[in-house]
C-alpha cells in the first residue's frame, strides 16, 4: 500500500511539473468547449483518452 501511495504521488507531481511547463492538457484538439451566453460546457474527451491511456502503460508496468 505505501509504494502504491508513492507511485501516486509522483504521477501526479510528475503531471503538475507538465502542466506548469506548457502542457497543453485539457486544451486538445478534439475537446468539446459549448459558450452560450453565460454559460460553458467543456467535454475533455480526448484528454480523458489520453490519461486512460498512460495511466493504463503504467499500471501495465506496475504490474511487471
Known amino acids: 500500500m505505501g509504494r502504491l501511495l508513492i507511485v501516486v504521488g509522483v504521477l501526479v507531481l510528475v503531471a503538475g511539473v507538465a502542466i506548469e511547463l506548457g502542457l497543453p492538457l485539457g486544451?486538445?484538439?478534439?475537446?468539446?468547449v459549448i459558450r452560450r451566453g453565460n454559460t460553458t460546457v467543456y467535454l475533455p474527451i480526448v484528454t480523458c483518452i489520453v490519461v486512460s491511456v498512460v495511466l493504463s502503460i503504467v499500471a501495465a508496468v506496475l504490474r511487471r
Open 27 to 32: 486544451r486538445l484538439p478534439g475537446d468539446i
